[in-house]
């Protein structure tokens, strides 16, 4: 399973359609991987696995969202004042 996600990542290009997100606007695609990456870099830390299979969800968040809130949403998790649950 770890190969076929390095395949992925090595032909990643840009963020692919998501179901749950048919609409044109991604702020909640956007929202949702960065959630997602964060969540499972912190389950897989935990269980000392690698964390190579987040990459994907890092991939996709940094291809659609913009990078003020990126840095502001990082602002907020190091201050532990981040809105989202983690």
């Known amino acids: 399973m770890a190969e076929d996600i390095k395949a992925k990542l090595e032909n990643y290009r840009t963020a692919p359609f998501d179901a749950r997100f048919p609409n044109q606007n991604q702020t909640r695609n956007c929202w949702a991987n960065y959630v997602d990456y964060h969540r ?38 190091e201050a532990g004042t981040f809105p989202g649950k983690i």
């Open 40 to 77: 499972c870099q912190k389950a897989l830390t935990a269980k000392g696995a690698d964390i190579s299979p987040c990459e994907w969800y890092s991939r996709v968040y940094k291809s659609l969202c913009p990078v003020a809130w990126v840095e502001k949403w990082d602002e907020q998790r």
